[in-house]
């Protein structure tokens, strides 16, 4: 929409927007933000940027390097769909005020640098990802932990749980539920009434066209109590990792807006499906896709070896692409989720997938199927392209692909084929061994490495395990 920095302060001038706001994403993955008054904005803010205290954003420097400079970049805004006062929204870049350079543990600046990285190896000059994030919508969650008690407390209207629900109680005290609940694993694409927010997504859907995120379809997913999908078209790896933070907010805000609650963590369901963000991934060069050829599948000598390289490297990647304790609690075998390291043309438990709906070679791709979307998207599919440039570059083959139905196979066949880190600490670990492909061009550095890993195992797998589980009161109490 916007080319330069000049467009934008025409725009603000004759649409008379109010306010700026300027955001950014903090080392985990969470959008931040601050407001300026629009007569704060002027050209010089875009060359030299905006002063800001970094130092309590998650997983930056310490307070004794805490200046930090917000530079926002043009081709990003869009007005904001939810504040009362016409805001334009900018997303900035991070860099450092002392040397001016672009901050090593700003995760835009990090898909950046993969970028460039992509071009300055000559395989291809764009990388286009297209992930496919699931949510749940919910209509009231609670939870909370001290010293002495834990709980968590979930609850839908579309919920199988509430069959049996009073509800909707009117004047005379009578109950009307309607009896169109979802079954549990029965939530893929039933029409209204069962299918209760249909209104509420197309709503979504059309606020993202509206701010510039194209969406290919929005649909209800497979779990009961409203879990959903929305699937945004291709783009280069920055630009998705912007379109993925403007999906996340309209999409809560949205949701907000009619009483319900949104989530994009992993598994808060038990006893039925997780959500997932399956990553379509292809490259290209000269506008041509490199994908595409005439091997397995329809793929390119190419494809395979960056197929190699995410296999390869795919126990270090999930600490990244899956990088929650609740993250496991989705990828745990025998329950179809896509924890087999293969590739295969159509077996959906195979962690690669090549699509085969169309023989358009600039449809060729491929689908990494673990990622989930508590990930940071900048992080996440930076990593996923580093792993498949290296497979590339070392041509990694990736060996015969897994076309046989995993259940018709037995457990010594089974155990041939590699699995997913069962748990957060095992796919630190894997980082923790695997991670030079990382560090090629400079994409991701070792200070970046080993915060990623401190971070995540003080703040998730250490809290974790310090604290007593609810079930394990219904397993252990009576020892």
Not at 126 to 140: H, L, S
Not at 374 to 395: E, F, H, R, T, V
Request: aromatic share 10%; with cysteine.
């Amino acid at each position: 929409m916007f080319k330069n920095a000049k467009e934008i302060l025409e725009f603000v001038k004759k649409e008379g927007v109010q306010a700026v706001d300027l955001r950014f994403m903090d080392f985990p993955g969470i959008w931040q933000h601050f407001t300026i008054p629009t007569h704060e904005l002027d050209a010089s803010v875009f060359e030299d940027g905006l002063g800001f205290d970094g130092s309590s954003i998650r997983g930056w420097k310490a307070i004794n390097e805490s200046d930090m400079l917000v530079k926002p970049v043009a081709e990003t805004a869009f007005v904001d769909p939810f504040f009362v006062h016409k805001t334009l929204v900018l997303v900035c870049n991070i860099c450092d005020p002392i040397t001016g350079e672009d901050y090593t543990r700003d995760p835009r600046n990090i898909a950046r640098k993969a970028e460039a990285y992509l071009a300055s190896t000559g395989i291809g000059d764009t990388a286009f990802f297209g992930p496919e994030a699931e949510f749940f919508i919910f209509d009231d969650v609670r939870f909370d932990q001290d010293q002495h008690s834990a709980f968590y407390f979930i609850d839908s209207s579309e919920g199988d749980w509430n069959s049996g629900r009073k509800e909707n109680i009117d004047a005379s005290g009578l109950s009307h539920n309607d009896g169109s609940k979802i079954r549990y694993k029965e939530g893929y694409f039933p029409v209204p009434p069962a299918d209760s927010q249909q209104d509420m997504r197309s709503e979504m859907m059309l606020l993202l066209e509206q701010i510039g995120v194209q969406i290919e379809r929005q649909h209800h997913e497979v779990a009961t109590a409203g879990q959903a999908e929305i699937d945004m078209r291709y783009a280069s790896l920055v630009a998705m990792g912007d379109m993925m933070l403007k999906f996340k907010y309209v999409i809560k805000n949205v949701a907000k807006k009619y009483g319900k609650t949104v989530t994009f963590m992993p598994k808060p369901l038990f006893k039925d499906n997780g959500s997932g963000m399956h990553v379509h991934m292809s490259i290209w060069k000269k506008g041509q896709p490199l994908f595409a050829g005439d091997g397995y599948a329809g793929l390119s000598e190419m494809a395979l070896y960056a197929i190699g390289g995410l296999l390869k490297h795919a126990p270090a990647l999930l600490a990244i692409c899956n990088p929650t304790t609740n993250s496991y609690k989705r990828l745990v075998p025998g329950f179809e989720a896509p924890v087999n390291l293969a590739y295969s043309s159509r077996n959906r438990s195979a962690s690669i997938r090549i699509p085969m709906y169309s023989n358009n070679p600039k449809t060729k791709r491929i689908e990494f199927r673990c990622p989930d979307p508590s990930c940071n998207p900048y992080l996440a599919m930076s990593a996923m392209l580093m792993a498949a440039i290296d497979g590339i570059q070392n041509k990694i083959h990736p060996g015969a692909p897994l076309d046989r139905d995993i259940y018709d196979m037995s457990p010594e066949e089974l155990s041939t084929v590699p699995h997913t880190p069962g748990s957060l600490r095992e796919a630190l670990e894997a980082l923790r061994a695997d991670h030079q492909f990382l560090l090629k061009g400079d994409v991701f550095t070792q200070d970046v490495i080993d915060t990623w890993i401190s971070y995540k195992m003080d703040n998730d797998v250490n809290a974790m395990a310090l604290r007593p589980h609810p079930w394990e009161f219904k397993l252990y109490y009576d020892v």
